[in-house]
């Protein structure tokens, strides 16, 4: 029984931090608390194309896979890539890739692409489809 008076002052000693203190992050009570704003970078953006990867490249010249090669993306025509087989609904939004278009196809593809052949259900956190916007457009250039 050593052991309990040096974890209760342990428990004081976090105690004693005050208002400040953080709960773990993997408590509910954690999710709840205001997250301070980080800016989305590039970088950040880069591990929110892993969830990209099995269907896409974005690499200059990559090869097309189960999605279109997405090297240029930011900013070029939607289903541009000639190579690629798009669906008649992809080819049909016509338009341009531009953030705010990434951004509201990103959220929710099969939303604001009905009949899409982009079988994904979506970035929901902002700031990750900023990062990925981001990324994008600096592979790109
Ligand atoms: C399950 C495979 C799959 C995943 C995962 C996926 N995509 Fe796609 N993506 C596709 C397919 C297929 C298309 C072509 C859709 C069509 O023609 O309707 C596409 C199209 C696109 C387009 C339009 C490209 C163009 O040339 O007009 C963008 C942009 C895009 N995807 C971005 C992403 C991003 C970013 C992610 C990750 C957050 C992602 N996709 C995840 C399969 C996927």
């Known amino acids: 029984m050593r052991i309990a008076p ?8 976090l105690t004693s931090c005050g208002k400040s203190e953080t709960p773990p992050a993997d408590s509910p009570a954690g999710e709840a608390m205001p997250v301070p704003p980080i800016a989305p970078t590039a970088a950040m953006g880069e591990q ?6 099995a269907c896409h490249t974005v690499d200059k010249g990559g090869r097309n896979g189960i999605g279109p090669n997405l090297h240029g993306v930011v900013g070029a025509a939607v289903a541009a890539k000639p190579d690629f087989s798009y669906s008649s609904a992809m080819k ?49 250039k």
């Open 6 to 13: 040096v974890l209760l002052a342990g428990a004081f000693a």
């Open 48 to 53: 929110v194309f892993k969830r990209c990867v």
């Open 92 to 140: 049909a939004k016509a338009g341009v890739w531009d953030e705010a278009a990434l951004d509201t196809y990103l959220e929710a593809p099969m939303k604001a692409v009905p009949g899409t052949r982009m079988a994904f259900a979506g970035v929901i956190d902002a700031a990750d489809r900023k990062a990925l916007i981001l990324y994008l457009e600096a592979q790109s």
